[in-house]
């Protein structure tokens, strides 16, 4: 498989949360000028993301809800579910645990962990918050594939370092830094202070939204 760009797999999360939509409206097929409109692309744009991972639609007929649904589910890796451990038990670290839905999407949470001794022992969701040096036996223990970092910026690179050696594949970075992990680790970075300076540039310049459109 050639290298799939991070913009389309973005999109492919947005087209998979319009099928499940469709899905639940009991509505059972859909085209790519529908998913074009519902996820602010263009047509073209959303047969090339698909044609990616092969031909799941009919000329003329357009796509089966549950059938793409079912197989971007695939290719996005969740037709199993991901144990995932939060590091750092601030606010954010706290939020996340405690967000509604958080099982729904089979991601599982299995562990929570900080440096911080008044926070070591409290519990969260029936979890007790250890020390991040139980990382090891609890990745080893409960088969952990994600960690989740909601540390200060100041210490995301131990955090990084400790789910790594601990053998974690996958991190979700919410500190505002660029950590460092060898090649085989991926990180996902969520920066909603980017976020807000993109949308003061567009705001700024908003003929720029269409040119790129």
């Not at 299995?110 to 001794?117: E, H, L, N």
């Amino acid at each position: 498989m050639s290298t799939i760009p991070t913009a389309t797999i973005s999109r492919l999360v947005t087209y998979l949360r319009i099928l499940s939509q469709l899905e639940a409206q009991g509505i059972k097929k859909t085209s790519s000028d529908h998913l074009a409109e519902e996820a602010q692309v263009s047509a073209f744009q959303v047969r090339k993301d698909l044609a990616y991972f092969g031909r799941f639609g009919t000329r003329g007929a357009g796509y089966s809800v549950p059938t793409l649904r079912r197989e971007l589910r695939r290719i996005l890796g969740l037709t199993r579910a991901w144990n995932v451990v939060i590091v750092g038990m601030g606010r954010l670290g706290q939020a996340i645990a405690n967000y509604p839905s958080f099982d729904q999407y089979d991601f599982l949470l299995k562990g929570v962990f900080d440096i911080d001794p008044s926070k070591i022992g409290q519990k969260i969701l029936g979890l007790e918050v250890q020390h991040t040096d139980a990382l090891p036996t609890v990745v080893r223990e409960k088969g952990v594939d994600i960690g989740l970092i909601t540390v200060p910026q100041s210490a995301a690179q131990d955090a990084a370092d400790a789910l790594v050696r601990a053998g974690v594949k996958g991190i979700l970075n919410f500190a505002p830094t660029i950590i460092n992990v060898s090649r085989e680790v991926h990180v996902e970075p969520v920066d909603f202070l980017a976020g807000l300076k993109r949308l003061s540039f567009y705001i700024q310049n908003p003929q720029l939204k269409e040119e790129l459109a």
